[in-house]
């Protein structure tokens, strides 16, 4: 079994347990190769909330891609201040809370949004 198939499994596991409601949505995270997004979903109606991703964030050549995630994570806290979006439920998608989702997360924390 390679590591995608892993991922999604472990992702399959987390997602029956956590769900997104209008008082608290999910806040789900997608990691590629070169990008990240993260987005804030109700998973009640369907409707994403507000997103952001790495391709909105300057892309210098000299900043890795832990800085950016953090970057991405603070624009994402930054939108979901101005939705009034106070308190979400992380879903980290399968992925290891380390590395560019921890940056994410931590600096999405500094903007006020709590999980």
Same mark, same amino acid.
């Given at each position: 079994?390679? !590591?995608? $198939?892993?991922?999604?499994?472990? /992702? +399959?596991?987390?997602?029956?347990?956590?769900s997104g409601? =209008?008082?608290?949505?999910?806040?789900?995270v997608?990691?590629?190769?070169?990008?990240?997004?993260?987005?804030?979903?109700?998973?009640?109606?369907g409707?994403?909330?507000?997103q952001a991703?790495?391709t909105?964030?300057? !892309?210098d $050549?000299?900043?890795?891609?832990? /800085? +950016?995630?953090?970057?991405?994570?603070k624009?994402?806290g =930054?939108?979901?201040?101005?939705k009034?979006?106070?308190?979400?439920?992380?879903?980290?998608?399968?992925?290891?809370?380390?590395?560019?989702?921890k940056a994410?997360?931590?600096?999405?924390?500094?903007?006020?949004?709590?999980?």
């Amino acid at each position: 079994m390679n !590591n995608h $198939k892993k991922r999604l499994i472990r /992702k +399959i596991r987390t997602r029956k347990k956590i769900s997104g409601t =209008e008082n608290r949505p999910r806040l789900s995270v997608f990691r590629s190769l070169n990008h990240i997004y993260a987005q804030i979903i109700n998973d009640e109606s369907g409707n994403t909330l507000t997103q952001a991703n790495s391709t909105e964030v300057s !892309n210098d $050549k000299n900043v890795t891609k832990t /800085k +950016i995630a953090a970057e991405v994570g603070k624009l994402l806290g =930054e939108r979901a201040n101005e939705k009034k979006i106070t308190t979400v439920v992380f879903d980290k998608n399968g992925y290891k809370f380390h590395g560019r989702i921890k940056a994410l997360a931590d600096s999405t924390r500094k903007e006020g949004v709590q999980f």
